[in-house]
Each structure stands twice: as C-alpha cells, then as structure tokens.
Nanobody
Framework: QVHLVESGGGLVQPGGSLRLSCVAS????????MAWYRQAPGKQRELVAG???????NYADSVKGRFTISRDNAKNTVWLQMNSLKPEDTAVYYC???????????????WGQGTQVTVSS
C-alpha cells in the first residue's frame, strides 16, 4: 500500500504564499507521477499541477506563473509552492500519486486526505 500525508495548508491573505508538502510512504516499488488537485465547494475536483518521474510538469492555466510543483524522488515527496494567491485559489488541495506498491502487479492511484487552503483578507 501507498500512504500519502499532506501538510502546509492554512489561511493566507490575497497575494501571499503557501507551500504544500506531500510525503508518500509504505511499500513503494515505483512512482510514475505525482500531482496536486483541488476541489472548491460546489465544484469538481481539478488538476492544479503534475510532475512525472522524468520531471516534466504541467499546470492548470489558472495557476501558471504563480504555482510551482517539484519533487524529490529519493524522498518520495512532492511540493507545491503557491505564490500570489487569490481568493479563487481557496479549496481543499489533494495530493495524488500514480505508482506501484511492492506487492501490486500494476500501478494504482492514491490520494491524500486533503489540506485546506483559504485565501481571504
């Protein structure tokens, strides 16, 4: 199994910054990709940013130039640096990992419990 633990959410004023962290643990054989999703009240969960094992990244248009995703493959950790935050960035942010546990024949998709980010004055 793969377990994800997120941290770093909180309340921040518009224009401020936050850094989210997600650590994957368990009997991990390999990780293909790591990503951050978010879900605001009444809205569908959406992809914010993703990073492949090759370090290729992709971002939602709404966060390009403001958010940066990075990862440490050795530590099975992914970060999301969020700058110039806006009220519309308010949501629960979820860590997502596509990877394979030691006893699994094929990769699976794993989710963290979510961390609240609130941007408000």
């Amino acid at each position: 199994q793969v377990h994800l633990v997120e941290s770093g959410g909180g309340l921040v004023q518009p224009g401020g910054s936050l850094r989210l962290s997600c650590v994957a643990s368990g009997t991990i054989f390999s990780i293909n990709s790591m990503a951050w999703y978010r879900q605001a009240p009444g809205k569908q969960r959406e992809l914010v940013a993703g990073i492949h094992s090759s370090s290729n990244t992709n971002y939602a248009d709404s966060v390009k130039g403001r958010f940066t995703i990075s990862r440490d493959n050795a530590k099975n950790t992914v970060w999301l640096q969020m700058n110039s935050l806006k009220p519309e960035d308010t949501a629960v942010y979820y860590c997502n990992v596509v990877g394979r546990a030691v006893l699994d024949a094929i990769p699976g998709t794993y989710w963290g419990q979510g961390t609240q980010v609130t941007v408000s004055s």
